[in-house]
Nanobody
Protein backbone atom coordinates (compact mmCIF):
# COMPACT_ATOMS: atom_id res chain seq x y z
CA UNK A 1 0.00 0.00 0.00
CA UNK A 2 1.38 3.36 -1.03
CA UNK A 3 1.80 5.80 1.82
CA UNK A 4 3.11 9.36 1.89
CA UNK A 5 3.55 11.34 5.10
CA UNK A 6 4.46 15.02 5.10
CA UNK A 7 6.16 16.83 7.96
CA UNK A 8 7.97 20.08 8.64
CA UNK A 9 5.17 22.60 8.41
CA UNK A 10 4.61 25.31 10.96
CA UNK A 11 4.10 28.98 11.73
CA UNK A 12 6.92 31.26 10.61
CA UNK A 13 7.52 34.93 9.98
CA UNK A 14 7.89 36.41 6.50
CA UNK A 15 11.40 35.94 5.16
CA UNK A 16 11.93 32.73 7.10
CA UNK A 17 12.71 29.25 5.81
CA UNK A 18 11.15 25.84 6.25
CA UNK A 19 11.99 22.42 4.90
CA UNK A 20 9.14 20.06 4.25
CA UNK A 21 9.76 16.33 4.15
CA UNK A 22 7.71 13.61 2.50
CA UNK A 23 8.38 10.08 3.69
CA UNK A 24 7.24 7.43 1.23
CA UNK A 25 6.65 3.75 1.78
CA UNK A 26 5.04 0.84 0.05
CA UNK A 27 6.70 1.29 -3.32
CA UNK A 28 10.05 1.68 -5.02
CA UNK A 29 10.61 5.40 -4.98
CA UNK A 30 12.96 5.63 -7.94
CA UNK A 31 10.16 4.66 -10.34
CA UNK A 32 8.03 7.62 -9.35
CA UNK A 33 7.88 11.34 -9.93
CA UNK A 34 7.19 13.38 -6.80
CA UNK A 35 5.22 16.57 -6.60
CA UNK A 36 4.50 19.20 -4.00
CA UNK A 37 1.14 20.90 -4.19
CA UNK A 38 -0.55 23.43 -1.96
CA UNK A 39 -4.07 24.54 -1.24
CA UNK A 40 -4.99 27.82 0.41
CA UNK A 41 -8.46 28.41 1.88
CA UNK A 42 -10.99 29.01 -0.85
CA UNK A 43 -8.53 28.20 -3.61
CA UNK A 44 -7.84 25.21 -5.80
CA UNK A 45 -4.91 22.92 -5.15
CA UNK A 46 -1.99 24.07 -7.25
CA UNK A 47 1.30 22.56 -8.30
CA UNK A 48 4.28 24.10 -6.55
CA UNK A 49 7.17 21.92 -7.61
CA UNK A 50 7.81 18.49 -9.07
CA UNK A 51 10.81 16.27 -9.64
CA UNK A 52 11.09 13.41 -12.09
CA UNK A 53 11.88 9.85 -11.08
CA UNK A 54 15.52 10.31 -12.11
CA UNK A 55 15.80 13.71 -10.49
CA UNK A 56 16.95 15.21 -13.77
CA UNK A 57 13.77 17.16 -14.45
CA UNK A 58 12.28 19.71 -12.09
CA UNK A 59 9.40 22.10 -12.30
CA UNK A 60 8.65 25.18 -10.24
CA UNK A 61 5.64 27.42 -10.42
CA UNK A 62 6.41 31.04 -11.18
CA UNK A 63 5.35 32.08 -7.68
CA UNK A 64 8.07 30.01 -5.99
CA UNK A 65 10.83 29.93 -8.61
CA UNK A 66 14.11 31.05 -7.09
CA UNK A 67 12.87 30.59 -3.52
CA UNK A 68 11.93 26.90 -3.29
CA UNK A 69 14.06 23.86 -4.07
CA UNK A 70 12.79 20.33 -4.52
CA UNK A 71 15.01 17.31 -3.96
CA UNK A 72 14.79 13.60 -3.35
CA UNK A 73 16.82 10.98 -1.53
CA UNK A 74 15.75 7.62 -2.87
CA UNK A 75 17.97 5.76 -0.39
CA UNK A 76 15.93 7.33 2.42
CA UNK A 77 12.64 7.14 0.49
CA UNK A 78 12.15 10.81 1.23
CA UNK A 79 11.48 13.90 -0.82
CA UNK A 80 12.03 17.45 0.35
CA UNK A 81 10.87 20.96 -0.37
CA UNK A 82 13.23 23.65 0.88
CA UNK A 83 11.31 26.90 1.15
CA UNK A 84 13.23 30.14 1.59
CA UNK A 85 12.15 33.78 1.74
CA UNK A 86 8.65 32.74 2.69
CA UNK A 87 5.82 35.17 2.05
CA UNK A 88 2.33 35.42 3.57
CA UNK A 89 0.92 34.25 0.23
CA UNK A 90 2.76 30.95 0.69
CA UNK A 91 0.34 30.13 3.50
CA UNK A 92 -1.45 26.89 2.61
CA UNK A 93 -1.70 23.20 3.32
CA UNK A 94 1.15 21.53 1.47
CA UNK A 95 0.72 18.05 0.05
CA UNK A 96 3.21 15.68 -1.48
CA UNK A 97 2.14 13.27 -4.17
CA UNK A 98 3.64 10.49 -6.24
CA UNK A 99 2.99 9.14 -9.69
CA UNK A 100 4.49 6.90 -12.30
CA UNK A 101 4.96 8.70 -15.61
CA UNK A 102 6.04 6.93 -18.79
CA UNK A 103 6.87 10.29 -20.36
CA UNK A 104 7.28 13.85 -19.22
CA UNK A 105 5.26 16.21 -21.36
CA UNK A 106 4.91 19.92 -20.93
CA UNK A 107 2.17 19.59 -18.29
CA UNK A 108 3.59 16.77 -16.22
CA UNK A 109 3.37 18.62 -12.90
CA UNK A 110 -0.42 18.75 -12.90
CA UNK A 111 -2.55 17.56 -10.01
CA UNK A 112 -4.54 15.19 -12.22
CA UNK A 113 -1.37 13.28 -13.09
CA UNK A 114 -0.74 12.29 -9.46
CA UNK A 115 -2.68 9.45 -7.87
CA UNK A 116 -1.09 8.94 -4.46
CA UNK A 117 -1.28 11.71 -1.88
CA UNK A 118 -0.23 12.48 1.65
CA UNK A 119 -2.46 14.03 4.28
CA UNK A 120 -0.87 17.47 4.08
CA UNK A 121 1.04 19.76 6.41
CA UNK A 122 0.06 23.32 7.30
CA UNK A 123 2.43 26.17 6.50
CA UNK A 124 1.50 29.57 7.88
CA UNK A 125 3.57 32.66 7.13
CA UNK A 126 2.57 35.58 9.29
CA UNK A 127 4.10 38.34 11.34
Amino acid sequence: QLQLVESGGGLVQPGSSLRLSCALSGFTLNYYAIGWFRQAPGKEREGVSCISNSGELTYYSDSVKGRFTISRDDAKSTAYLQMNSLKPEDTAVYYCAATYLSEYGSNWCYRRNFGSWGQGTQVTVSS
